[in-house]
């Protein structure tokens, strides 16, 4: 029974406006060339500088210039911008469904009623 209630909630989200959405805007994102060499080069960037920091090292001011002005360059595209915004609501319709799970937990855990169907 959980499993397909839970089977159930994942087909409504995968259903849901905000997920379509976020779904939309990323696969936008994904078939973005200029976008997607952006945010490749900022990841090997954001990794290489992590690296120098667990070794105790702190990342050359050259290279955190580069982050930041890779970091502007993508944050001021329209479809990068887009695709946050798109998340960001996705990520708010997640809460609540959270938050609807715990409240049902809750009243779950001390109704005196007990349910197996």
Excluded: C, H
Aim: proline share 3%; charged share 25%.
């Amino acid at each position: 029974m959980l499993e397909d209630k839970a089977i159930e909630l994942g087909r409504m989200i995968g259903q849901s406006t905000e997920y379509q959405a976020v779904k939309r805007a990323n696969d936008a994102l994904s078939a973005d060339r200029d976008a997607v060499a952006l945010l490749q080069r900022l990841e090997q960037l954001r990794v290489d500088a992590q690296r120098l920091i667990e070794r105790g090292e702190n990342p050359s001011p050259e290279m955190e210039q580069q982050l930041d002005q890779l970091l502007g360059t993508i944050q001021s595209k329209a479809i990068y911008q887009g695709a946050v915004a798109a998340q960001e609501n996705f990520d708010k319709i997640m809460s609540r469904v959270n938050n609807w799970i715990l409240d049902g937990i809750k009243r779950g855990a001390t109704s005196p009623i007990i349910t197996l169907g």
